[in-house]
């Protein structure tokens, strides 16, 4: 079991900030913390994240397959060339496999991208808030994290630990 402790700074206001950041990288992005960060102050003792609900993990599997996987695939792999924008300057659908930058952001943040939006007039993704609940939108992110590797999914619970508890540092 992972105990590791990190210091996450995740601020959920810079969601747009964050997105861009993301989806305009050329990198494999931010790699998940290591357990020599072990020892630092900071956020409190991560628990261990929760079991994933295997009926939700089904509903949004097949939530999934209706509203998303059209642009993010089927297999998750996203657009081949997502790590570069479109001559318009928009975005091209990221995957949601261990390959992309889901994993890196916390259920509060994926939720609202996903209901609201990003807020960047480059953003190509649909908002879902009048398709799909909260509740619906959630249970696709389960099924995500099925897929996810024990790494990534250890960094995406950290993170959303992290804002549950409203101790961003
Ligand atoms: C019409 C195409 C399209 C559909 C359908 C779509 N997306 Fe997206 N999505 C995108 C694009 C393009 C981006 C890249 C950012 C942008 O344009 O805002 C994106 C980005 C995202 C991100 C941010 C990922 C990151 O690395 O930061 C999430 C999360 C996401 N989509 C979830 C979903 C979910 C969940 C669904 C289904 C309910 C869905 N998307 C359906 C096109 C789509």
């Known amino acids: 079991m992972i105990t590791w402790r990190v210091t996450l700074v995740v601020p ?12 305009s990288s050329s990198g494999t992005g931010t790699a998940p913390a290591s357990p020599s960060d072990q020892g630092r102050g900071g956020a409190g003792q991560v628990p261990n994240a929760p079991q994933l609900d295997a009926a939700r993990v089904g509903e949004g ?12 695939g089927a297999d998750l792999s996203g657009d081949p060339g997502w790590k570069t924008r479109n001559a318009d300057g928009s975005f091209r659908p990221p995957p949601h496999d261990n ?19 990003s ?34 999914r250890a960094f995406q619970w950290q993170v959303t630990w992290t804002e549950q508890q409203g101790t961003d540092a």
């Not at 959920?12 to 989806?23: I, P, R």
């Not at 390959?99 to 939006?117: K, V």
């Not at 190509?124 to 509740?135: I, Q, S």
């Open 12 to 23: 959920v206001v810079a969601a747009a900030l964050v997105l861009s950041a993301c989806v």
């Open 61 to 72: 599997e097949a939530i999934y397959g209706q509203y998303c996987s059209s642009c993010h």
């Open 99 to 117: 390959s992309g930058h889901t994993w890196h952001h916390s259920d509060g943040l994926l939720l609202s991208l996903t209901r609201d939006g």
């Open 119 to 152: 807020g960047l007039p480059e953003s190509r993704m649909p908002r879902f808030g009048n398709a799909l609940t909260d509740d619906e939108i959630g249970a696709v992110f389960e099924f995500l994290k099925s897929t996810w590797g024990p790494e990534e």
